[in-house]
């Protein structure tokens, strides 16, 4: 029984890739907001390529090929020398190891342009002088500078740097990082992760100054480096620089394909990370869910919406299933008499109003409350279940064991409980559970006829504005919800009918 | 059981004939639609050219002209051959919105001052005909899929389980509006689609279970011993016994284009089509509209499924033991 449960649970997980992987396909497929012709025909060209970089749109959807990192937007840069130099200066440190040791590969006139374009780069290391503004003596001042300070350019050196820094912030310890540039960026974003997320039971830092320290001083390294103006300011609570940090995380995540370098193994799995699923998968896990429109955490909203969405949906599938079985009870007794005719044609009717329908004409009247928005739900849950049972006591009316049952002298009422519906329990729960989809669905129409603020109104929006973290979210609520009642499902069915409890339980083959 | 003594049981059973009767009157007004209420006349000699049926062949001519334009506009010799009511399902009247019964509109105007009556008519169609062909492929398909996971067990088991469960993590009301968004033109098929994606696996796990149990039957272990496959007994063997369930599925399956519909519109996921359908009518009681313009498609609705439903019963009656 146990295995059979934990087996079930560990089974979440591919669901649930499957579940992100089928909505991720679909939404990539359904055109973005910032592919609007409205929207982008308000913004510069450059304003769009950022929006939709910070989309992931610029990546393939499941597989890149190329995946592009440093080296490539140096040969970029390079190949589109004149055009665009800014580009270079964006890059900054992190492409001096590819840039630098091919300088002298180049002619003349371009040598001497490159060197000019990283002037403001030598500004934000802190080492401009006047020989490298000028166009004549530049190539030399990168040479030295290469030869003299090339072999502080690993990345062992850039995370001692800021692990240096992150521990006591001294001017010279900033120096030194600040002369690496954005190639300390990440290492820099690695120290601010291991400082935002402590490992529990780790002795770490006793109060909230001494926790927002070190991350101020890393986020202004980095804000130096990238010319970002994102700070934590001094005045700054822990929640406050941690929104910060995590605001990093997210630029990180966009942008680290300009600063890093994939080399061997890490250029292969490059391959599966550059892409949209990947990013957008790492943004929803590793943010915790996420920060979806609004800022607010996704696992807060679920929290604060979900309750009365649930309420209503289990309670109403509970009412739902009760009726259906006490009326096909009440129907089996009678079979031969009008009214089993009569509930199966008032079930069917009640079936053919919409929910929305039922809804709102009641809202209308002014009537609106939980409960009636439970019951309103429950009429349209009713008839399936209903049917079924109907169905399944009319097969079983016929067997022996009920003929039996009949000529001991049991009561009609008694062979119904006891025995017809013992019967039709397992197709009852196996419906219940596939019937929870249908009841959220329900939920939400209810939810927004009823005026009650749930998962429906948020999900709505969602769809509607492409957000697909929340989307994800609430899969994983459903999918875990689902697969929880599954398995209670099938401990159900096997306590009710142990001849099942094999098939049930172990899915196999031999059932005798 | 013979076959032939099946049919003959099927076709004496009164409840049977009795819907098979609703049924085949409401297929009337689905089929004759554009017999009993159009803007286009049946038959018409326009300008020296006839044309038939013009609202089906969707006549270039015709395209913008009202009826009462065309009637004026026939000349001497022209002649047309009328519908019963002259008001189409999509053209907008000139009777102001929401407006009560006339003798021109027999249920009155909607919202948009468009004849219910003629969408009511118009609308069978769309919803019966998408509401059959979910209920067929999603019975096909879940049968297939429900056997195959009930007689192999072990990974196939797994395999169809936990698709079902993919499947069924979505509310169908979300489904329809992420694939509505992909869509430039919202066409009513992705409607058909999705509904029957997710319905499958409801009549799967309904077989599923339905196949184990009779697997584990006297009968089925008989068939076993004597050499018989458990693809054979869950096809041959099983059906006769699934019958009465998956006739009820299918029942609900045809309702649940029209109630899903009605939900997607209502909470205003993805674009509605201008189709007339029941569900869209139903869908429009976010426009204001009271009991005269929802009660007609809740009745149609209902009689339909009553129509199946004794459809059901009959099916079961007959394959009974």
């Known amino acids: 029984m146990l295995r059979h449960a934990l087996r079930r649970l560990l089974w979440i997980v591919p669901i649930l890739i499957g579940v992100t992987l089928a909505s991720f396909a679909l939404l990539s497929y359904v055109p973005d907001p910032a592919d609007d012709p409205a929207v982008v025909a308000t913004l510069r060209s450059d304003e769009v390529t950022e929006l939709r970089r910070s989309r992931f749109l610029d990546l393939p959807r499941f597989f890149n090929e190329h995946p592009s990192d440093v080296v490539g937007r140096v040969d970029d840069a390079l190949a589109h020398l004149g055009a665009d130099d800014q580009a270079l200066v964006r890059l900054g440190g992190a492409a001096l190891p590819y840039l630098l040791p091919r300088l002298d590969a180049l002619d003349p006139a371009a040598r001497a342009r490159v060197a000019v374009a990283l002037l403001p780069v030598a500004e934000r290391m802190g080492i401009a002088s006047a020989q490298a503004g000028d166009p004549a003596l530049a190539v030399a001042f990168w040479n030295r500078f290469w030869a003299d ?59 909230a100054d001494e926790r927002i320290e070190p991350l101020r001083r890393l986020v202004a390294a980095a804000a130096h480096v990238t010319e970002r103006d994102d700070k934590i300011a001094d005045d700054a609570t822990l929640p406050d620089a941690l929104a910060c940090v995590r605001r990093w995380r997210e630029w990180w995540l966009v942008h680290q394909t300009d600063y890093v370098a994939y080399g061997g193994g890490s250029r292969f799995l490059a391959m599966l990370t550059n892409t949209q699923y990947a990013r957008w998968a790492d943004k929803v896990v590793l943010l915790g869910f996420g920060t979806s429109e609004g800022a607010v955490p996704i696992w807060q909203k679920l929290r604060d919406r979900a309750p009365p969405t649930l309420t209503i949906m289990l309670s109403a599938l509970v009412l739902a299933y009760s009726l259906a079985i006490v009326l096909s009870v009440v129907g089996s007794l009678r079979s031969r008499l009008a009214i089993d005719a009569w509930i199966l044609s008032a079930s069917l009717l009640l079936y053919s109003i919409p929910t929305a329908c039922l809804a709102v004409l009641l809202a209308r009247r002014g009537h609106s409350d939980t409960v009636l928005a439970v019951v309103v739900l429950a009429v349209g849950l009713l008839v399936s279940p209903f049917g079924q049972i109907r169905a399944l006591f009319a097969e079983v009316e016929s067997r022996d064991y009920i003929r039996h049952a009949h000529a001991l002298g049991m009561s009609p009422i008694r062979i119904a409980v006891r025995h017809a519906l013992r019967n039709a329990a397992l197709p009852l729960v196996a419906l219940a559970s596939v019937e929870l989809p249908t009841a959220l669905g329900g939920a939400f129409v209810v939810e927004k006829a009823f005026g009650i603020s749930g998962l429906g109104e948020e999900t709505v929006r969602a769809v509607q504005t492409h957000d697909v973290a929340w989307l994800v979210g609430l899969a994983f609520v459903t999918a875990l919800t689902v697969t929880i009642t599954s398995i209670l499902a099938d401990l159900a069915v096997a306590a009710i009918d142990p001849r099942l409890s094999n098939a049930a339980l172990y899915h196999r083959r031999n059932i005798a | 059981m013979k076959r032939r003594e099946l049919l003959i049981k099927l076709l004496k059973n009164r409840r049977g004939q009795v819907g098979a009767l609703v049924i085949s009157l409401i297929a009337f007004f689905a089929i004759f639609s554009e017999w009993i209420v159009s803007d286009l006349p049946i038959y018409v000699r326009y300008q020296g050219s006839a044309y038939v049926l013009p609202a089906i062949t969707h006549t270039p001519v015709f395209a913008d002209l009202r009826a009462d334009q065309i009637a004026a506009s026939l000349g001497p010799g022209d002649f047309a051959v009328w519908p019963l009511f002259r008001v189409g399902p999509q053209a907008v009247t000139l009777t102001p919105p929401l407006s009560g019964p006339s003798s021109d509109h027999l249920l009155g105007t909607d919202a948009f001052g468009r004849d219910v009556f003629a969408r009511l008519i118009h609308g069978t169609r769309t919803s019966l005909s998408l509401g059959a062909l979910v209920a067929i492929l999603s019975v096909l398909g879940g049968y297939v899929l429900g056997a195959i996971a009930g007689t192999h067990g072990g990974m196939w088991d797994g395999f169809v389980e936990r698709l079902a469960e993919i499947v069924g993590v979505f509310p169908a009301v979300l489904a329809v509006a992420l694939v509505r968004a992909l869509e430039r033109r919202p066409s009513i098929l992705s409607l058909v689609v999705v509904i029957t994606a997710v319905k499958w696996a409801e009549v799967a796990r309904l077989v599923r279970v339905l196949v184990l149990r009779s697997l584990a039957e006297d009968w089925a272990l008989a068939a076993r011993a004597t050499g018989v496959s458990p693809m054979r007994i869950a096809f041959v063997h099983v059906s006769p016994h699934l019958m009465a369930s998956i006739a009820v599925s299918a029942v609900f399956a045809v309702a649940s284009v029209v109630l899903t519909e009605t939900s997607l519109s209502f909470l205003d996921l993805g674009v509605p089509s201008t189709f007339a359908s029941w569900g869209e009518m139903l869908g429009e009681v976010r426009w204001g509209a009271g009991p005269r313009i929802l009660l007609p498609p809740i009745a149609a609705l209902g009689l339909t499924l009553g129509g199946l439903y004794l459809i059901a019963d009959a099916i079961r009656k007959t394959f009974e033991v």
């Open chain 1, 149 to 207: 300070r090339g072999i502080d350019f690993r990345s062992a050196n850039a995370r001692r740097g800021a692990r240096r820094l992150s521990v006591h912030g001294t001017s010279s310890r900033e120096a030194d990082l600040i002369e690496l540039d954005t190639f300390a960026l990440e290492q820099i974003m690695v120290a601010l992760d291991e400082l935002s997320a402590p490992v529990v039971g780790a002795p770490g830092p006793a109060s």
